[in-house]
C-alpha cells in the first residue's frame, strides 16, 4: 500500500528561523512528490518534483528530492508569520493523477 | 480567472440523511478529483472524474458516487451518511494526464 510519512507533525519557530520539513514515501511505479500549504482550507501548490537531486525554489522556500533514498525535504528560510501553515506533501503513482498525501506538517510561526 | 469553486461552504445533515455536494473546476480544466479530509489527516482521494465518466477510485464505498458534467462541472453524493463521513471535502481540478491539482475551498460537512 502506498505510503506517505511526514515529520515532524509539528513544528514552532520563531520569526527568522529556518526550518526543514521531511517527508518519505513508498510508493510502487513512482511518478511525482508535490508539496502543497494548506493555511484555511484550500490547499495551495507548491512544487512539483520528479528528478532526484535539482532543487526547486521559490523565494524563500525550496524543495529537494532523493529518489534513491525515498524522500523529499522542504526548507523555508528567514520564516514569516505567514508562513505558518500545514504543509502537506503528495506522491502520485505513474498511470494515474491520484495522488496519496501524509498528514501534514503544521508550522506555527510567532513574532 | 476563477479558479475551483465549491457549494455549500457548510452544511450539517444527520444520520442517514443525503447530501450532495457541488464543484466548478478552474477554467479551461477538464479533469475533477474530490478528497476526504478528516481532522488532523491528510486528503484522502475519493474519486476522479473526466469526460463524464470515473476513471478512477480510491478505497471508499458505494455511498459516495459522483457525477461530471459536459461543462466539466461535478458534484459528489454521500447516501446514509455516518457520524465518520463528518469532513472536509476537497475538490480539485486539472489538465487530463496532469498530477498538479487545483483545490477548492472544500465543503465542510457536519453529521450529527
Known amino acids: 500500500e502506498d505510503k506517505v510519512v511526514q515529520s515532524p507533525l509539528s513544528l514552532v519557530v520563531h520569526e527568522g528561523d529556518t526550518v526543514t520539513l521531511n517527508c518519505s514515501y513508498e510508493v510502487t511505479n513512482f511518478r511525482s512528490l508535490l508539496w502543497y500549504k494548506q493555511e484555511k482550507k484550500a490547499p495551495t501548490f507548491l512544487f512539483m518534483l520528479?528528478?532526484?537531486?535539482i532543487e526547486k525554489k521559490s523565494g524563500r522556500l525550496s524543495s529537494i528530492l532523493d529518489k534513491k533514498e525515498l524522500f523529499s525535504i522542504l526548507n523555508i528560510t528567514a520564516t514569516q508569520t505567514g508562513d505558518s501553515a500545514v504543509y502537506l506533501c503528495a506522491v502520485c503513482q505513474g498511470g494515474s493523477e491520484k495522488l496519496v498525501f501524509g498528514k501534514g506538517t503544521k508550522l506555527t510561526v510567532n513574532p | 480567472d476563477a479558479g475551483v469553486t465549491q457549494s455549500p461552504t457548510h452544511l450539517i445533515k444527520t444520520r442517514g440523511q443525503q447530501v450532495t455536494l457541488r464543484c466548478s473546476p478552474k477554467?479551461?480544466?477538464?479533469?475533477v478529483s474530490w478528497y476526504q479530509q478528516a481532522l488532523g489527516q491528510g486528503p484522502q482521494f475519493i474519486f476522479q472524474y473526466y469526460e463524464e465518466e470515473e476513471r478512477q477510485r480510491g478505497n471508499f464505498p458505494d455511498r459516495f458516487s459522483g457525477h461530471q458534467f459536459p461543462n466539466y462541472s461535478s458534484e459528489l453524493n454521500v447516501n446514509a451518511l455516518l457520524l465518520g463521513d463528518s469532513a472536509l471535502y476537497l475538490c480539485?481540478?486539472?489538465?487530463?494526464?496532469?498530477?498538479?491539482?487545483?483545490f477548492g475551498s472544500g465543503t465542510q460537512l457536519s453529521v450529527l
Open positions: 520528479t528528478s532526484s537531486g
Open positions: 480539485a481540478s486539472s489538465l487530463s494526464r496532469n498530477e498538479k491539482l487545483f
Open positions: 477554467s479551461g480544466h477538464d479533469t
